[in-house]
């Protein structure tokens, strides 16, 4: 796909709506429909779409394989760090009252978010680790030369 002309121009101009209505369903998951698993999934796509026009090469370039990593693990350490912080509050994992103890409707909305953010950064990088494996692997051609060499 790299060669036609109107899959780029398609993929470069719809890639920053995709990534604008990502981030709207990550922001307003706790009061609708949505939140981290589904605006991490669709920011994945944005970047997957990103791969298949432009080739993976290429989309490992914008996204490097170790800003994946960390960024998965940051997301968890968000998502587990909220729970942790409320039990070391002296109440339940992931019991919002520990962030705002003197408003306990106040702290519902901040915990929430925060732990959406968490999931939405880890499941976009797991999903686009998923794509590099993928796209990673030998080439049917190459796999039959290296059995021929070995022999």
């Given at each position: 796909?790299?060669?036609?002309?109107?899959?780029?121009?398609?993929?470069?101009?719809?890639?920053?709506?995709?990534?604008?209505?990502?981030?709207?369903?990550?922001?307003?998951?706790?009061?609708?429909?949505?939140?981290?698993?589904q605006a991490?999934?669709?920011?994945?796509?944005?970047?997957?779409?990103?791969?298949?026009?432009?080739?993976?090469?290429?989309?490992?370039?914008?996204?490097?394989?170790?800003?994946?990593?960390?960024?998965?693990?940051?997301?968890?350490?968000?998502?587990?760090?909220?729970?942790?912080?409320?039990?070391?509050?002296?109440?339940?994992?992931?019991?919002?009252?520990?962030?705002?103890?003197?408003?306990?409707?106040?702290?519902?909305?901040?915990?929430?978010?925060?732990v959406e953010?968490?999931?939405?950064?880890?499941?976009?990088?797991?999903?686009?680790?998923?794509?590099?494996e993928i796209?990673?692997?030998?080439?049917?051609?190459?796999?039959?030369?290296?059995?021929?060499?070995?022999?």
């Open positions: 796909m790299k060669d036609n002309v109107l899959m780029r121009v398609a993929a470069r101009w719809n890639m920053p709506f995709l990534l604008v209505f990502a981030l709207y369903t990550q922001t307003h998951g706790e009061l609708g429909p949505g939140g981290g698993f991490g999934v669709m920011i994945a796509a944005a970047f997957i779409v990103y791969g298949m026009v432009f080739g993976a090469d290429e989309m490992r370039r914008v996204v490097p394989r170790w800003i994946t990593d960390v960024l998965a693990a940051l997301g968890v350490l968000i998502y587990a760090g909220t729970g942790v912080y409320c039990m070391l509050q002296g109440y339940t994992f992931l019991d919002y009252t520990a962030l705002i103890p003197s408003n306990p409707g106040g702290a519902e909305p901040w915990g929430m978010t925060t953010y968490g999931v939405g950064i880890t499941v976009s990088c797991v999903m686009i680790t998923i794509f590099n796209t990673e692997g030998t080439l049917p051609g190459d796999q039959a030369e290296t059995t021929t060499e070995k022999a």
